[in-house]
């Protein structure tokens, strides 16, 4: 039997580690039709089905769970023996999952001087509500709203961070102000996340100032929740870091605040490639500076 090529266990990981076909395709710029012939081919000359079709995508079947832990580890030795062929320094592919708000208003901006300093990385920030995972090798590194309690991964906190309640001038002189919590379940339009669609319990958010309210305008982004907050549709929880920054919004009943926390996730196999390492003191040193803005007093 011919043995696979490495192109062929390089279209099963990217399905693996993206569930789909299409995100494979993306991940390694070819089409969706090529990801799918090399698969075919891999099972056939495998003699195994190592995926099932679901409504959602691709799962991995009992074979394609004990093919996965294999090519990982073929994967990890091959980027351990491209950096040390390369010499010093990081390179290859550094995937990143960062929540949204922390990559929007945090990360991007800073984001030139690591991808400058090195060059020899391709960098995929991945900011969305739901996280890439680093024990299902989804993702190098993540950073998550609470710390994860099982897998084969390292995990340490980042750093806390404060949330308060804001909404325009403008709503509150049509409004009112709120002088308690109690108040904003009177005549107060709410903005905050499809409850169906939170991927964390730390983002139940509205029901820490006052128990039983829920949002009227709602939305799984946190940049949508904050565009309509300062579009003074009403009174949103937003973190401190966004609506401080947003000259629009002023925080309501200012006294009141919440605190959760980030955490920095990476697989125990892949912790100290040169890569992943790169990113995590590059992320460390720039949360330390923005402490005051995560933290305010």
């Known amino acids: 039997m011919q043995a696979p090529?490495?192109?062929?266990?390089?279209?099963?990981?990217?399905?693996?580690?993206?569930?789909?076909?299409?995100?494979?395709?993306?991940?390694?710029?070819?089409d969706a039709t090529t990801i799918g012939r090399r698969l075919r081919r891999l099972e056939t000359r495998l003699g195994a089905t190592l995926f099932e079709q679901t409504r959602e995508g691709q799962v991995l079947t009992e074979a394609g769970e004990a093919l996965l832990a294999e090519v990982?580890?073929?994967?990890?030795?091959?980027?351990?023996?491209?950096?040390?062929?390369?010499?010093?320094?990081?390179?290859?592919?550094?995937?990143i999952s960062l929540t949204e708000g922390l990559a929007s208003a945090i990360v991007t901006p800073a984001l030139k001087s690591f991808i400058e300093a090195h060059p020899r990385l391709t960098v995929d920030l991945i900011a969305s509500s739901g996280l890439l995972s680093p024990s299902k090798r989804e993702a190098d590194l993540a950073v998550t709203l609470s710390?994860?309690?099982?897998?084969?991964?390292?995990?340490?906190?980042?750093s806390d961070y404060t949330l308060r309640l804001y909404a325009t001038r403008g709503y509150l002189a049509l409004n009112g102000t709120p002088a308690v919590p109690a108040d904003l379940s009177r005549?107060?339009?709410l903005v905050g996340y499809v409850p169906d669609l939170l991927h964390d319990p730390e983002l139940r958010y509205l029901t820490d100032f006052e128990p039983g309210l829920s949002a009227n305008a709602r939305s799984p982004s946190i940049t949508a929740q904050a565009r309509m907050i300062a579009a003074g549709v009403g009174v949103g929880?937003?973190?401190?870091?966004?609506?401080?920054?947003?000259?629009?919004?002023?925080?309501?009943?200012?006294?009141?605040?919440?605190?959760?926390?980030?955490?920095?996730?990476?697989?125990?196999?892949?912790?100290?490639?040169?890569r992943v390492?790169?990113?995590?003191?590059?992320?460390?040193?720039?949360?330390?500076?923005?402490?005051p803005r995560l933290l305010p007093l």
């Open 147 to 158: 710390r994860p309690r099982a897998g084969p991964v390292i995990a340490g906190k980042l």
């Open 187 to 189: 005549g107060h339009r």
């Open 237 to 274: 929880v937003l973190p401190c870091f966004i609506g401080d920054a947003d000259r629009l919004l002023v925080p309501v009943l200012p006294d009141r605040r919440i605190v959760r926390s980030f955490w920095l996730v990476t697989h125990k196999d892949t912790h100290s490639l040169a």
């Open 277 to 291: 390492r790169a990113f995590k003191d590059w992320l460390t040193a720039l949360i330390a500076r923005e402490h």
């Open 5 to 30: 090529d490495w192109n062929d266990y390089q279209a099963f990981l990217a399905v693996a580690r993206g569930g789909q076909l299409a995100r494979a395709a993306a991940a390694m710029g070819v």
């Open 72 to 95: 990982d580890a073929m994967a990890q030795s091959a980027s351990r023996i491209a950096e040390q062929a390369g010499g010093e320094g990081a390179q290859g592919l550094l995937r």
